[in-house]
């Protein structure tokens, strides 16, 4: 019986102090470099890669959230595909014309995020990728790092847009370029794509 009521007073006296803790509330808010874009192309049939970024892309959405999830979710990003910028200026403008130049839309990308399926370190976010005037659900693998840094990235077949005549002109102009040692000339269709963009959180 004392054991009985000496349970009760702890108990008692325990329970105000854990209804008084208060639940810290955070922001999370987009560092002012915003998102980088990133995307990978290969050619040969050894599937060497070519990398590019764009440098005409503008960010909409909330800058800060109350959650990670409220912050990506409401992100959506403009991209000037004939802004591709692959570190060789000849390549640049084959790209910019015999690619972007038959897109519908002037070769211009929108991307808006829909859904993230994850916690803060890792899981997936889908966003709505309208390209060619066709648009497809792309989910990317994110992580985050504890510094803040948030990576994702996804894999795509541009023929799922419906991009057969770009790619036919793309690979025309590039022929010679494309062609390996085995003497045969490739394009792949797939396309890797990477973000890149870091945030910060305060919490109260």
């Known amino acids: 019986m004392i054991w009985k009521s000496l349970l009760i007073a702890i108990t008692l006296a325990a329970a105000p102090v854990a209804a008084n803790?208060?639940?810290?509330e955070c922001t999370y808010a987009l560092k002012t470099d915003g998102v980088q874009t990133e995307w990978t192309a290969f050619k040969f049939t050894s599937k060497a890669a070519v990398k590019g970024t764009f440098s005409d892309s503008t960010l909409e959405g909330p800058q800060s959230a109350t959650t990670l999830t409220a912050l990506a979710e409401g992100l959506s990003m403009k991209i000037v595909g004939k802004s591709v910028k692959t570190g060789n200026p000849g390549r640049?403008?084959?790209?910019?014309?015999?690619?972007?130049?038959?897109?519908?839309?002037?070769?211009?990308?929108?991307?808006?995020?829909?859904?993230?399926?994850?916690?803060?370190?890792a899981g997936t976010v889908h966003i709505d990728i309208t390209m060619n005037g066709e648009t497809r659900d792309v989910p990317f693998a994110y992580t985050i790092s504890k510094d803040g840094s948030v990576a994702a990235n996804a894999s795509i077949d541009i023929l799922d847009f419906r991009m057969q005549p770009a790619y036919d002109q793309i690979h025309k102009?590039?022929?010679?370029?494309?062609?390996?040692?085995?003497?045969?000339?490739?394009?792949?269709?797939?396309?890797?794509?990477?973000?890149?963009g870091s945030f910060t959180s305060n919490c109260g």
């Open 21 to 24: 803790v208060a639940h810290a």
């Open 92 to 121: 640049d403008a084959t790209v910019a014309g015999f690619f972007f130049g038959f897109m519908k839309d002037d070769g211009n990308i929108t991307g808006k995020a829909t859904r993230v399926e994850g916690n803060d370190s």
């Open 173 to 196: 102009a590039c022929e010679e370029q494309h062609t390996g040692d085995d003497g045969i000339s490739k394009t792949w269709t797939q396309v890797d794509l990477s973000l890149k």
